[in-house]
């Protein structure tokens, strides 16, 4: 028997910091898992999927993105479904909108840009409840150096040195529109230090665990551990260096994923 499928977009964010990221595994508290626990109550046990416009690591947070919803036999009553889904969801997930969308929307395949914000702090020990939303580097950085470095990454590099583990079928070629670092503005709370910093990337494209590779050359870059001209030759992929220091997930944030028509 054959049933109808009926498709939908729905917009998400997450507080990640107690999630082993985004894909469910056995034996470990996942975004997806608790996404789909809370569909099948709220669907009654209707036979659905969902998949997400792309996986997060890890304790990394999200502040907007997207997931296709597949549903089975029965049509959603939209606004219905959104107050309901929203009231059993755990308080860290909340479901932003949803919509209908068609079978030709494909949302791993469809383009999109991606921004991703790493937030962090240098010197004095932070408060405890920074920890989910940035990392503490209790040292000197030369935050000029950094700020310099990061739009090294700008413009079309092979990013080989910034994929984890690549193969040799992994597609490391790319684009970076924006890649810049500067005070924090963007978040802020009374228990946030007096000045913090975030790194600001925006792409259509990233492999995993490439930002906090990127971000793990700055800090060593930061650190005077290498120069400009050894950072650029990091970016050139042609000669394949492998990086060791990938920087802490906790600071790191999808902030938004823009999906382009």
Known sequence: MQYKRFYYLIKLQ????????????????TVEHMLNKTL????????????????TDAMVSVNQTYAELFIYEDKLELNTFLDLFNKNLPQDIRCLSIEETTADFNIIQHPKVKEYLYFFCVKEK???????????????LDIELMKTGAKLFEGEH?????????????????????CELSINSIYTANFFPD????????????????????????????????????????????????????????????????LKY
């Open 14 to 29: 997450y507080l990640g910091f107690r999630y082993h990221g985004w894909q469910k595994q056995p034996d470990v508290l």
């Open 40 to 55: 099948n109550y709220v669907l009654e046990g209707k036979r659905f999927k969902a998949i997400a416009a792309g996986r």
């Open 126 to 140: 932070m408060h405890p409840f920074c920890a989910p939303f940035m990392v503490n580097l209790q040292e000197d």
């Open 158 to 178: 092979d990013f080989y040195s910034f994929a984890f583990r690549p193969n040799p079928e992994t597609q490391t070629e790319g684009k970076i529109e924006v």
């Open 195 to 258: 000045t913090s910093y975030v790194l600001k990337v925006v792409g259509e494209g990233f492999k995993r665990q490439q930002i906090r590779l990127m971000m793990g050359a700055l800090i060593d870059l930061g650190r005077h551990k290498i120069d400009l001209k050894q950072l650029g030759q990091i970016i050139d992929g042609r000669n394949k260096i492998k990086l060791e220091h990938i920087a802490q997930a906790s600071g790191l944030i999808l902030n938004s994923v823009k």
